[in-house]
């Protein structure tokens, strides 16, 4: 043996190598990656409300510029919430717990928004059907009392700040297609949800939860799980958790089903003697605010960020901010804000500038398929930008690759 | 052992794959068991091959979407080298590594007492031992050529170096393990 390459070969086939593989992984792997293939799938092509807005509202919040994207996250968030506890199975104990929500016209509960490194959200939201819901702001601190309030019949939506007795009103009919169906989809879930009561739960037990007997369910939808914890002789929710959508830990408790909601709390008017503002209607992003981003930042820097989340921008910025000139300061936020709303608009999106030198043309550093669009709108490190064809894109930098997982590649 | 060939509609499927979940499970099923031998001819214990095997179509499935490759030869390559680079963190471990060796070397002391043993052609548990005392880059080589009998051109693509290094590289690597297996039966 080994006395040369066929010779190895030739003898290693004789060798008793147990090495057949077993069918029962193969099936029980094929299975858990069609689940992760389809979960992959579902949030490119999915709203991803849920998963970049906290950032986005939070950004916005801090730049005063607008709540409503913090509060079309906390909708999303409901909205998920309430999708998949109504994604339940034939137990009896479970269809109890879904007609309570199936045939509840008012629904409120406090809920919980956490992620690492950021503040809390705390809100109280309702839900008057069909379309309506008004969020009180409980924490942080600095946007206590804010309230939102959606009403989708009318295609309106209101933020209230009590402390400046500032009305900022959006005319949602007025917003982008994109925008508006987002905004829509995330904030009128409640007939919708209603007719959505399908699917399969694992039951947890029983426990107690502030002296009362709760019954424990895990409920699934997309690859997203959800505990949810029902008062075991009524059937009414008392806790559901999730970190079903990305670093997100949402909890909803304190409900109240079919409470007396007066009216006047879902109005999308203006309280006389307020100041009122519109909220702008966005942009669409489009690839020339990227490269104006990308353009300001690398002058100010020497180098491409390295993501374009606003959060890491932000902070960054502010760490130069005596470095970058009040003009090119101001056209900055210009293009990150737009940039954001591309980057929400376009999962598809994918920024890969970390690390390339500013003027490599042969590297691209940002790609994304604009609508209707066959080919993606490419820009590489000297900020030119190309039409590619799919098939011809960069591999993703997010995801494991031959490249990204070759820390050890053996180099000759 | 070797996995040659992508099946006619190959590339077809590839693209489909990105978007359909029948076709990636097409795929899965031409090329599951050659990850998985490339898998327990690396690591010898059956549960770890399986869970890296599992670590590699878990990640395929996550990335497929975007994944550039044109036709099925390169998704092929991309799996190899997923799986090289999850095998190679792995036995980075050395007491991981040496895990794995304490198996082989049980599972060839149980071969000894059974049966026979034939100086010239040592079993499987004293080969895997031989490669493991090899560098990483050169088990990968001598497993991806010697047992999954594949071309150079896709050892290369696989290990991203040129053909000419993957002939220089196994040739190297073979003359090792004869000197290997020498020391340990007296001849190989």
């Not at chain 1, 409901?78 to 509840?104: C, S």
């Not at chain 1, 969020?135 to 206590?144: L, M």
């Not at chain 1, 895990?218 to 505990?227: A, N, P």
Request: proline share 5%.
């Amino acid at each position: 043996m080994l006395t040369n390459e066929d010779q190895f070969i030739r003898d290693a086939e004789g060798l008793n190598i147990d090495d057949a593989p077993r069918a029962a992984h193969r099936q029980d792997l094929k299975r858990r990656m069609l689940a992760v293939h389809e979960q992959s799938l579902s949030q490119t092509e999915r709203p991803r409300s849920a998963d970049r807005p906290l950032r986005i509202g939070r950004w916005t919040v801090n730049k005063r510029i607008a709540s409503i994207a913090a509060a079309v996250l906390v909708a999303a968030c409901a909205t998920g919430m309430i999708l998949l506890l109504t994604t339940g199975g034939a137990d009896v104990a479970w269809a109890d717990v879904q007609d309570k929500i199936r045939n509840t016209r008012t629904f409120v509960f406090t809920m919980s928004v956490q992620m690492e490194g950021q503040p809390e959200y705390v809100m109280r939201v309702m839900f008057l059907g069909p379309g309506r819901m008004r969020q009180e702001t409980i924490k942080p601190d600095a946007a206590k009392g804010v309230v939102n309030i959606f009403d989708l019949n009318k295609e309106k939506m209101i933020c209230l700040v009590p402390q400046q007795k500032l009305a900022r009103t959006a005319d949602l009919s007025a917003f982008p297609e994109e925008v508006r169906k987002k905004h829509l989809e995330s904030a009128g879930p409640l007939s919708k949800v209603k007719e959505m009561i399908k699917g399969a739960e694992t039951e947890l037990g029983e426990k107690e939860i502030d002296g009362r007997k709760a019954k424990g369910y895990e409920v699934e939808k997309d690859g997203h799980k959800m505990t949810v914890w029902v008062d075991a002789k009524t059937a009414v929710p008392i806790e559901m958790t999730t970190r079903a959508f990305g670093d997100f830990q949402v909890t909803m408790s304190d409900f109240e089903l079919n409470k007396k909601l007066d009216e006047s709390l879902f109005s999308v008017e203006p309280p006389e003697g307020w100041k009122v503002e519109e909220f702008p209607v966005p942009k669409m992003g489009t690839v020339e605010d990227v490269v104006g981003l990308l353009r300001i930042w690398s002058k100010v820097t020497g180098a491409f960020p390295k993501g374009l989340t606003p959060d890491h921008l932000v902070k960054e910025l502010v760490k130069r901010e005596k470095e970058c000139s009040k003009e090119d300061m101001k056209k900055l936020a210009g293009y990150m804000q737009q940039t954001v709303i591309l980057l929400v608009l376009h999962p598809e999106a994918r920024y890969a500038g970390e690390g390339v030198k500013v003027g490599d043309a042969k590297t691209a550093v940002f790609w994304y398929q604009p609508k209707d669009s066959e080919t993606y709108k490419v820009v590489y490190g000297d900020l030119t930008v190309k039409d590619v064809a799919e098939d011809d894109l960069p591999a993703d930098p997010r995801k494991p690759s031959p490249d990204d997982e070759a820390d050890d590649q053996p180099k000759d | 052992m070797s996995i040659d060939g992508a099946a006619e509609g190959g590339d077809d499927l590839l693209r489909r794959a990105r978007r359909s979940g029948e076709a990636l499970g097409q795929l899965y099923e031409r090329h599951y068991d050659g990850v998985f031998r490339y898998c327990i001819h690396r690591l010898f214990v059956r549960e770890v091959a399986e869970d890296i095997t599992s670590a590699v179509f878990l990640a395929v499935a996550g990335s497929i979407r975007t994944f550039g490759g044109r036709c099925e030869q390169d998704f092929r390559n991309w799996l190899f080298a997923i799986a090289t680079n999850r095998i190679n963190a792995h036995i980075r471990s050395s007491k991981r590594r040496q895990a794995l060796l304490a198996v082989a070397a049980a599972q060839r002391r149980i071969r000894l007492a059974g049966e026979p043993v034939d100086e010239r052609r040592p079993d499987w548990p004293s080969l895997y031992e031989a490669i493991a005392s090899l560098k990483t880059k050169e088990q990968a080589v001598v497993t991806l050529r010697g047992l999954e009998q594949l071309p150079y051109e896709q050892v290369a693509a696989t290990l991203g170096i040129k053909p000419s290094a993957a002939r220089v590289r196994f040739n190297r690597a073979l003359k090792k393990l004869r000197a290997s297996l020498a020391n340990r039966f007296g001849r190989a």
